[in-house]
C-alpha cells in the first residue's frame, strides 16, 4: 500500500513529466480575432456573473434593477427622504442622504463611470482574514440510482477581522461564516453545489446581521441570492441589501441601506 | 506580472495585450491540458480564456490582481469545455513496454495509466485543486484565493483529490500482487 507521501511524489512527478505543447498557434489564433472582439467596458456587474445566470434570474435581476432606480430615483427627484438613512439614536430617525465616508474604497460605480451612486448606496470591502474558527471537512456518500454520489459538506468556518465600507455604518468588525455541500455524481461529473453564508459587522453605534445562499445545478443553471442584512443598535429599522460583485478583496460587495424595518411577513388571511 | 502591460492592455493597447498573452499562453494551456486531459479540448479553453481575458480586461479594477482574475478566467473556461465533453475520449501517451523504472517516483507506465483513470474520476473542482497545487505548486491559501473558495474547502478537495489518486494506484497494487500469486 502507498503511503500519502509516497502518492504525492508519485502525482508530482506524473503532472510535471507530460508533455508541453506550445501555445503558438493558439495565441495566433486569438490575436487575428481580436479585431472583431471588441472589449467590454466596466460596468458595475461583472459580466461573467450575468452570463451564468439562467434567463429567469437575468429576467428577475433587471427587472428589480429597474424597480430600484425607478424609486431611488422618484425619491431623489421628489425630495423624499426616506431613502440612506443616517445613523440615529432613534429607531425612527430622521433620514437623510448617506455620504460615502472612505474613499480608500471607492463606489464601483463611480469608479467605473458608470454614475454617481444612488442615496443609500455604499460598497464593502472585505480583506482575507485567517479563519477565526477552523470548521469541518467531511466526505459523505449518498444513494444515487446511477452509483453512489459523493457530498464534500464544509461546515463552520468563521472569519473574523476589520474593513472599511464607504458607508461608516457597515465599516468595523465582521465576523463571516460560509457552509456548503459539493456534490459529485459516481462519474466523476459535477452534481450540484449549494451554499449558505452570513455575515454580521460591529461598530460602537450598533451591528448588521444577515445571510445569502447560492446553487450550482448541474446543467450550468446557478445564482445567488443577496445577503439580507438588518440593523441593530442605532441602525434598528434599517434593513440592508448587499450584492456580491467581483472585485480584489476576498468579500466584494455593493448594497444599498433603506427603511424596512424588517423583510415583510405574508399575511395568511385577508 | 507587469502592470503597466496589463492597464495599457486594459485601454485597449494590443500590442501590449499581445505582450501579456505571450507571457501566460504556454502555461495556461499547460494547466488546461493537466486538467481536462485532452490536448484539443484544453486549446479551445486556452484560447477561448485569452479572448475572455481581453473582452473584459477594463472591467478588472485592481490591475495588481491580474494573475488571480486570469487564472479563474481559464479554470471556467476548463469547465465550459469539460461540461461540453462528458464522456471523455482516451487520451493516453502509451509509453514503450520496455521503458525502465524511471528514478523520479514513476515507477511504471502502469502507474501512469492508474493515475490517469484517477484523475478522469475526478470532478473539475478537485482536479483544478491538484494541478494548482502540485504542478504551480501554489500554496493551497492562493489555490483557495484563486479558486475563490474557503482556504478549509480547498484543503478538502485535496484531502479527497489524493484519496481517490491513492485509492487507484493501491487498486493495481493489489491487482499485480494477486497476478503474482497465482
Not at chain 1, 158 to 163: D, E, K, L, S, Y
Request: aromatic share 6%; hydrophobic share 40%.
Amino acid at each position: 500500500m502507498s503511503t500519502d507521501r509516497d502518492t504525492t511524489r508519485i502525482v508530482r512527478s506524473w503532472l510535471r513529466t507530460e508533455e508541453n505543447e506550445s501555445a503558438d498557434h493558439v495565441l495566433g489564433t486569438v490575436l487575428d480575432r481580436l479585431d472583431t472582439t471588441p472589449q467590454r467596458r466596466a460596468t458595475a456587474w461583472p459580466a461573467w456573473r450575468f452570463s451564468e445566470m439562467s434567463t429567469l434570474a437575468k429576467l428577475a435581476t433587471a427587472g428589480a434593477a429597474v424597480v430600484v432606480l425607478v424609486v431611488a430615483g422618484a425619491a431623489f427627484l421628489l425630495g423624499r427622504e426616506d431613502i440612506g438613512v443616517e445613523a440615529s439614536a432613534e429607531p425612527s430617525a430622521s433620514v437623510t442622504e448617506a455620504e460615502p465616508t472612505d474613499e480608500a474604497v471607492p463606489s464601483a460605480s463611480a469608479s467605473d463611470g458608470v454614475g454617481a451612486p444612488v442615496p443609500g448606496e455604499f460598497t464593502v470591502c472585505v480583506p482575507g482574514n485567517s479563519p477565526l474558527r477552523a470548521g469541518t471537512d467531511e466526505q459523505l456518500l449518498v444513494p444515487h440510482p446511477e452509483g453512489d454520489m459523493t457530498v464534500e459538506r464544509t461546515r463552520g468556518y468563521t472569519w473574523a477581522g476589520t474593513h472599511s465600507a464607504t458607508d461608516d455604518r457597515f465599516s468595523g468588525t465582521h465576523y463571516y461564516s460560509w457552509d456548503g455541500d459539493v456534490y459529485t455524481l459516481a462519474s466523476g461529473d459535477d452534481g450540484a453545489r449549494v451554499s449558505a453564508e452570513s455575515l454580521r459587522i460591529e461598530n460602537e453605534d450598533g451591528a448588521w446581521q444577515g445571510s445569502g445562499a447560492s446553487a450550482d445545478l448541474p446543467d450550468g443553471t446557478s445564482g445567488s441570492s443577496p445577503l439580507v442584512m438588518t440593523g441593530e443598535g442605532t441602525y434598528e429599522g434599517l434593513t440592508a441589501v448587499l450584492l456580491w460583485v467581483d472585485g480584489p478583496c476576498f468579500l466584494d460587495l455593493r448594497g444599498i441601506v433603506t427603511e424596512f424595518p424588517d423583510p415583510p411577513v405574508p399575511a395568511t388571511s385577508p | 506580472m507587469d502592470t503597466d502591460l496589463v492597464v495599457r492592455a486594459q485601454r485597449g493597447d494590443r500590442e501590449a495585450y499581445a505582450d501579456l498573452a505571450f507571457c501566460i499562453a504556454d502555461r495556461f494551456l499547460a494547466v488546461a491540458r493537466r486538467i481536462l486531459r485532452d490536448i484539443d479540448l484544453a486549446e479551445d479553453a486556452t484560447q477561448q480564456a485569452l479572448l475572455s481575458i481581453w473582452q473584459d480586461l477594463p472591467q478588472l479594477r485592481d490591475p495588481a490582481r491580474f494573475e488571480a482574475w486570469s487564472y479563474r478566467i481559464l479554470l471556467r473556461a476548463c469547465y465550459a469545455e469539460g461540461r461540453k465533453q462528458r464522456r471523455w475520449a482516451p487520451n493516453l501517451r502509451l509509453l514503450p513496454a520496455d521503458e525502465p523504472t524511471r528514478g523520479d517516483g514513476m515507477s511504471s507506465v502502469v502507474d501512469r495509466d492508474q493515475l490517469e483513470g484517477g484523475f478522469r474520476r475526478l470532478s473539475f473542482d478537485h482536479r483544478a485543486v491538484v494541478v494548482l497545487h502540485h504542478y504551480l505548486d501554489l500554496p493551497i491559501d492562493r489555490v483557495a484565493e484563486l479558486l475563490g473558495i474557503p482556504v478549509g474547502t480547498a484543503h478538502s478537495r485535496l484531502h479527497y483529490a489524493m484519496r481517490g489518486l491513492r485509492a487507484a494506484l493501491d487498486a493495481d497494487a493489489r491487482s499485480t500482487t494477486q497476478e503474482a500469486a497465482r
